[in-house]
């Protein structure tokens, strides 16, 4: 089968494909054959930190084509998308049962694969935000896989007005469709009226005018891989707060809760009030053109890898 890697640190241009043997799954696992496979802004990252070469993996969706020892709710030809945590750049992968959740009819993996993960994560921050009814929300990365769901997540959660943070003003349209109210570039001083609270997937140096747009007794929610600092002071003066997310803390700690939102996020689907959106599709071979949209802030929604 095929398999993108690469052997040292750097840029896209390091991935390349490769040849590998079709892995077995082990007790508990799924061996899919990959349909459709997430690319995400911590993957890219990891490529370029100096580090030994990590197995490029993510979201994907497929059909399952063999069962490891002990599997039971699953069978050989069920459609499923999930979580892997080794390789799923590639033909086939291994998906532990845990990780697993059923694709229904009428949608496609490449939908499961924009919907369920980046939508768990933008259901995740919007729960740690404890928002209330007619609280303002900004959403940083607000065209991003993560970004474009939780706007329509906080939308439908009852937001009473919505401000979407991107990177570049052509990206306004697209959030604004989504159902944003307002739309602001991170090089502005003024990030226009204060908001309730905050869902942050950028972190660095944007966490600092991030906080400063929260109104007293604000809440951010910090969910990227950016990381940053924010300075004590400027929290004790408005009474506002900064809370982290991780989204493997729920799958590992609350399986009910994770499987609630998944369901939830499917519910939302189908009743047309979220819409997960897909920049581009990428074959393998293309790895390198996925990464490169991801690293230049170009992507507007998912992009999605298509073996």
């Given amino acids: 089968m095929r398999r993108v890697r690469y052997e040292r640190s750097g840029g896209p241009e390091v991935l390349f494909v490769g040849e590998a043997p079709v892995p077995p799954p082990g007790p508990g696992e ?14 890219v990252r ?24 002990g599997v039971t709710g699953h069978a050989v030809g069920d459609r499923v998308t999930g979580l892997v945590f080794g390789h799923g750049y590639a033909d086939y992968a291994l998906l532990h049962t845990a990780m697993a959740s059923p694709v229904p009819g009428g949608a496609s993996a490449v939908d499961a694969v924009a919907l369920v993960r980046p939508g768990l994560v933008a259901r995740g921050a919007l729960e740690a935000a404890r928002p209330e009814p007619g609280e303002a929300a900004l959403i940083t990365a607000a065209a991003s896989g993560v970004g ?9 959660k009852g937001a009473g007005r919505i401000v979407g943070a991107v990177s570049d003003a052509g990206k306004a349209d697209f959030v604004r469709g989504l159902g944003a109210d307002d739309v602001i570039t991170y090089d502005r001083k003024d990030w226009g009226e204060p908001v309730d609270y905050a ?46 997310f991780q989204m493997a803390l729920i ?26 959106a897909v920049h581009a ?13 991801i690293e230049e802030r170009a992507n507007l929604g998912k992009v999605v890898l298509v073996p």
């Avoid at 490529?47 to 399952?64: S, T, Y």
């Fill in 30 to 43: 799924l061996l899919v054959r990959v349909e459709a496979a997430g690319v995400t802004l911590p993957v």
């Fill in 46 to 69: 990891k490529v370029r930190e100096p580090r030994e070469p990590i197995a490029l993996g993510g979201e994907i969706a497929g059909e399952v084509v063999a069962l490891g020892e």
């Fill in 148 to 156: 474009h769901l939780a706007v329509q997540l906080a939308r439908a």
């Fill in 199 to 244: 869902l942050d997937a950028v972190g660095g140096d944007l966490l600092a005018p991030a906080v400063a747009a929260l109104a007293p007794h604000g809440r951010l929610v910090a969910y990227s891989s950016g990381g940053g600092t924010v300075a004590a002071y400027d929290l004790l003066v408005g009474a506002k707060s900064v809370i982290g």
């Fill in 251 to 276: 799958a590992r700690g609350k399986p009910a809760l994770y499987e609630a939102w998944r369901r939830e996020l499917w519910q939302l689907y189908a009743a047309g009030e979220l819409r997960p």
């Fill in 281 to 293: 599709r990428y074959a393998l071979e293309d790895a390198a053109l996925a990464h490169a949209a």
